[in-house]
């Protein structure tokens, strides 16, 4: 049964997860070590441990209480089965268009080489890009509901291209009844008055990409010429976001080895105005801005440390979103999502500035994953099956893992850069992640708890 519980303690809270059913428990320091113990079916051993320790009396309540939870499916429930319709073709949900295979920025850590990534620098033609919404009406079947995001690169390089691919969905979705969500995401340079009142006009969601105080974003994210872009990025932020009333964007910044200390770079971001935010740590391999083990400790004390401090303007009347703290604990994502998560690969797939088809973003440029192009298809049946089967039960090191229902097994580009083998997780990316979840389900349990007290 100890696979199928994850407990913690963080502060002078302990914190009792029920893997299988998502249930999260608040617990007094005498569960927590009950549940050292306890199996299920086994009271009296659990009381003749620990009756040095506690009362009988409190043993025996306490037994009565965790009885009660496995009769309600929130303590030792059943393992998942695998739905059916993972052994069927996936219909296609959404697509990242790399309308600039270029950009106006030379971040250091950038994983997509400048924006090119390793060829040619080019753009989207606009007939590429209604292609792909062609191909994502063709492929999506029943669903009425398709995404596309328009990434690179920096988007706002092709213009050209973004808007005829808006209108042209605008008028696909008259023909089809389907109804499109848009996504941009930018590093803002070229985000002037008028394409952010295009953007409004078109109902298109932002992603802003910053990385928090100044001399970190300045020092990663050079223009070509070398020149830091925060103070231009974050005028132009400051007037799209207030243009929208502070509504349908996200910030999102990448911490790495030089700024650990990124509890500094979230404040700044929300001190400088921006109010629905996240931080993400690098993916590198082999280079001196990347983390390896010996880093986690400094990591981990580090989201402790964000953790505090989000609390605390949360109960100061001064909150802000953050993308990772933000769990629903009453009613989680479906079976579906809590195996495959993303759905790169047979869900969701990237088309590269000349067609081509990737199973995301991330894998642009690596050839072996070339799929086939939006107008002929996925040519590699084979691939996407794969990808559609790599969910955490068949994962090696994912079956065992407490967190194995809330990471849906990872990136599977980070797990192919590190192992070449999607289904081999990125060690140091797991370590991180199951610590943020840890101070998410924290944060989430006491904000319950407190919201309970008020009323």
């Known amino acids: 049964m100890k696979d199928r519980i994850h407990k913690f303690r963080q502060g002078d809270t302990y914190i009792l997860l029920d893997i299988n059913s998502g249930a999260v428990h608040v617990i007094d320091r005498m569960i927590y070590d009950m549940m050292d113990i306890f199996t299920g079916g086994n009271d009296e051993e659990v ?14 309540e306490a037994l009565g209480e965790l009885h009660s939870l496995m009769d309600a499916g929130q303590l030792f429930a059943p393992d998942i089965d695998v739905p059916p319709t993972f052994k069927q073709t996936g219909l296609v949900k959404s697509l990242c268009l790399m309308v600039a295979q270029d950009c106006n920025l030379r971040c250091r850590y950038c994983f997509g080489d400048g924006g090119s990534y390793g060829g040619e620098r080019a753009v989207m033609s606009p007939e590429v890009g209604r292609a792909a919404v062609d191909y994502l009406i063709a492929h999506c079947g029943p669903r009425k509901h398709c995404e ?15 808007k ?30 008028s394409i952010i009142q295009w953007l ?21 994210r050079p223009d070509v010429a070398g020149n830091g872009s925060y103070d231009r990025v974050i005028k132009n932020f400051r007037k799209l976001v207030d243009s929208r009333d502070g509504k349908n964007y996200y910030m999102r910044g990448t911490y790495t080895k030089e700024n650990m200390d990124f509890t500094e770079d979230v404040l700044a971001m929300n001190d400088a105005g921006f109010d629905i935010l996240s931080v993400e740590p690098v993916v590198l391999k082999d280079n001196p801005l ?8 400094r990591i981990f004390e580090e989201y402790d440390r964000l953790t505090k401090t989000y609390l605390k303007r949360h109960r100061e009347g001064k909150d802000f979103f953050f993308f990772h703290f933000n769990m629903d604990l009453s009613n989680g994502p479906c079976v579906a999502k809590r195996l495959a998560g993303c759905g790169a690969g047979h ?25 086939g192009n939006v107008y002929d298809g996925v040519q590699d049946k084979d691939l996407p099956r ?37 289904r081999k ?26 919201s309970m007290e008020a009323d």
Request: one cysteine or more.
């Open 47 to 60: 009381v003749a441990s620990l009756r040095r320790e506690y009362s009988e009396k409190e043993l025996s």
């Open 425 to 450: 997780p990125y060690e140091v990316g797991c370590e991180i992640q199951k610590k943020r979840l840890e101070c998410a389900i924290l944060v989430q349990s006491l904000l319950a708890l407190e």
């Open 347 to 371: 869900e969701y797939y990237a088309v590269a500035e000349n067609g081509d088809l990737y199973p995301c973003h991330q894998f642009v440029g690596r050839g072996r994953y070339k799929l």
């Open 148 to 162: 596309i995001d328009f990434f690179g690169g920096e988007p706002l390089m092709n213009m050209e291209t973004v």
């Open 290 to 297: 990347g983390f390896t083990e010996e880093d986690l400790p």
């Open 164 to 193: 005829a691919v808006t209108e042209y969905v605008r008028q696909r979705e008259k023909e089809t009844g389907k109804a499109f969500k848009l996504t941009l995401t930018t590093n803002g340079v070229l985000l002037k008055d």
């Open 200 to 220: 409004n006009d078109n109902n298109i969601s932002v992603v802003l990409s910053v990385d928090g105080r100044k001399e970190v974003h300045d020092r990663m």
């Open 386 to 422: 794969y990808f559609r089967e790599s969910h955490v039960l068949n994962k090696e090191k994912c079956r065992d893992c407490w967190a194995r229902f809330f990471c849906s097994g990872g990136c599977h580009a980070n797990a192919d850069l590190f192992h070449d083998d999607i």
